[in-house]
């Protein structure tokens, strides 16, 4: 996935790229830190704790199922998706 810009916002336009290991779980913790708190909700992970849980998981590929988006650097959005095997099938 290459990144491509997006529509123009309020405060810039927004581009999207995939997730990045080496740059985003900072951002992407702080992002989810800051959502939450406005929207009453008690996880607020940390960087590490993120990196823990989606690294271990094993059905997270970052380049492939993870998707930034970003207004003049700052990360205004992502999306995530994942699988998990259910039953013996």
């Not at 830190?33 to 271990?56: I, K, M």
């Not at 590929?61 to 998706?81: C, S």
């Amino acid at each position: 996935m290459t990144s491509s810009t997006g529509p123009a916002t309020a405060v810039g336009v927004a581009s999207l790229r995939p997730f990045d290991p080496a740059r985003d779980y900072a951002p992407v913790a702080e992002l989810i830190c800051e959502a939450n708190r406005h929207d009453g909700v008690d996880w607020l992970p940390s960087a590490e704790g993120l990196e823990h849980d989606l690294a271990h998981d094993g059905s997270f590929r970052p380049a492939i199922d993870g998707v930034v988006a970003a207004v003049d650097g700052r990360l205004v959005g992502l999306a995530a998706t994942g699988w998990r095997r259910r039953g013996d099938k």
